[in-house]
């Protein structure tokens, strides 16, 4: 079957019902905002803790009126993401206190509360996000019979391959935005996008070497049609041994 796998960006009750009306599966980053409400009953039971790598599963309902449906939603702990995002907390804490000590410009911070006459920090979003800490969240409409917990996180984790081709493309292959007002132009445009990191991902599989030293080598391999009076001649590329091997 064909599963969707996206971050949060896309994250919402429409375009979730929309992949699940069109016949995908998916699995998609939630927002972690939810969790305290998703995961009530553990923190009901063992406050903040966790073991590390714990999956916890939960359902939500997303969207409203008609458009609601019952999600899946799979959690996982891990010690590591809880030192990065407390890393991150502490430093969002500095800067809200220098904010409120009048040491750096105002301007809106996460964990300072603004007043008429005072700021000061807001200790319950500091308590909140210090209870989040080192959970990730995914949703997805595949049951737990089809995927388990864990080959949910793994499926998602893959995510960094799309990344890397996204650097590739804009990198090695330096494609670049194109206006294109028609249709067809714009379908052509996204299919050369998409099929030329397909082609290079192939060709590093089936050859062993980077994408890089594929475009350096194949660089000059380039053929030619010169017309001098009628007569049509059609240079062939100069291949090197490296290009001829690719």
């Not at 009750?13 to 927002?31: M, P, T, W």
């Not at 309902?61 to 019952?70: K, W």
């Not at 008429?116 to 949703?139: F, N, S």
Request: charged fraction near 25%; hydrophobic fraction near 45%.
């Amino acid at each position: 079957d064909m599963v969707v796998v996206a971050d949060a960006g896309i994250l919402s009750a429409a375009n979730l019902n929309a992949l699940e009306d069109a016949g995908f599966g998916f699995i998609v980053g939630a927002r972690i905002t939810s969790a305290p409400y998703d995961l009530a009953v553990h923190f009901q039971r063992h406050d903040n803790y966790f073991t590390d790598r714990q999956v916890l599963e939960s359902a939500r309902q997303m969207g409203t009126g008609n458009a609601a449906r019952i999600r899946r939603v799979v959690y996982q702990w891990k010690f590591k993401r809880e030192q990065h995002d407390n890393k991150a907390i502490n430093a969002m804490i500095e800067r809200s206190e220098k904010i409120g000590d009048g040491r750096a410009p105002l301007k809106k911070a996460r964990f300072l509360k603004v007043t008429d006459a005072t700021t000061e920090l807001d200790q319950a979003t500091i308590d909140r996000a210090r209870q989040l800490a080192g959970l990730k969240g995914y949703v997805t409409n595949l049951p737990a019979s089809k995927m388990d917990g864990a080959a949910v996180i793994a499926a998602y984790h893959d995510l960094w391959r799309v990344e890397q081709s996204v650097r590739m493309t804009k990198g090695d292959l330096r494609a670049r935005p194109v206006f294109c007002p028609q249709r067809e132009a714009i379908d052509a445009h996204l299919t050369v996008v998409f099929a030329a990191p397909a082609v290079a991902r192939h060709l590093q599989d089936a050859i062993g070497t980077s994408i890089k030293k594929i475009v350096q080598a194949m660089r000059t391999a380039r053929s030619a049609a010169i017309e001098i009076n009628g007569q049509r001649l059609t240079l062939d590329p100069d291949l090197t041994d490296a290009a001829r091997d690719i």
